[in-house]
């Protein structure tokens, strides 16, 4: 599975970014689809999930209520819409595809993913 981010950018802080993930097809049945973010000198984080086999989503809680999660069948694509950005969000942002193995797909290691993107980087200026 090839998967390719897009959307990143610079932003003031209270404005909005949405990311894409074109993924070019999974061989799982019921596989996950999960953005996760690393800034520098920080552990690599689970933001938000999206299961292929019911749409259910799943968001840290510390981008609850910002964030949104959602899906193009058709155009094999995730996005990931992101409102009121503040200065702890800047990081580099990348999808990645796997196999479902939480109900809660926040709480799957990045470790069960399979495939990566190349990442899109995401500055918040304040």
């Known amino acids: 599975v090839q998967l390719v981010e897009s959307g990143g950018g610079l932003v003031q802080a209270g404005g909005s970014l949405r990311l894409s993930c074109a993924a070019s097809g999974s061989t799982f049945d019921d596989y996950t689809i999960g953005w996760f973010r690393q800034a520098p000198g920080k552990e690599r984080e689970a933001v938000s999930c999206?299961?292929?086999?019911?749409?259910?989503?799943n968001y840290a809680d510390s981008v609850k209520g910002r964030f949104t999660i959602s899906r193009a069948n058709a155009k094999n694509t995730v996005y990931l819409q992101m409102n009121s950005l503040k200065p702890e969000d800047p990081a580099v942002y990348s999808c990645s595809e796997g196999p479902t193995v939480l109900d809660a797909c926040i709480y799957d290691s990045a470790s069960s993913y399979v495939s990566w993107g190349q990442g899109t980087q995401v500055t918040v200026s304040s």
């Open positions: 999206i299961r292929s086999i019911d749409g259910t989503t």
